[in-house]
């Protein structure tokens, strides 16, 4: 079905592909671009005025979205830009390691963030909704980062 040299001959007539390319750079950036402002935003200006345990989960989200952004979106247009991979094999590894670490902390830190909510409009002054304060979000959240690896 395939040549042989199916591979050699797919490398020798890779050309740069400039829309994927321009297209990951501007996802790349405006990732960088927003995360880095809810960062600062609810870190140093604490310029969101929800829940505390609401803002210590955003604040995660924002973590891993960068770091999805720098492992993920950054190789790509690169390698798109270029035409090829010239990274090196330690990056490839990263990249594939990073893409399918986050893909599963960024969903369940938004179930986490959904679930709060609900317990804190559903249970309103109950001991659980008061137990949701920011430490506690930190910890769950670093038992979502923990719980992908081997």
Known sequence: MFPKNFTAK???VM???YPWGIYYSLVLFLSL???STILVASIKYKAIKIHGFLVAIIEQVAVCDI???LSWFL???TSF???DWVLGSHVGFITALMGKYTVFITPA???LMTTSKAIKLKFPGSAMSKWLTPKAA???CFLIWLHPLP
């Open 67 to 69: 770091l999805t952004a």
């Open 75 to 77: 190789p790509s247009a």
């Open 33 to 35: 671009l927003g995360d």
């Open 138 to 140: 930190h910890f769950l």
């Open 15 to 17: 050309t740069p592909d």
């Open 81 to 83: 830009l270029i035409g």
């Open 109 to 111: 830190m938004i179930s």
């Open 10 to 12: 797919c490398s020798e």
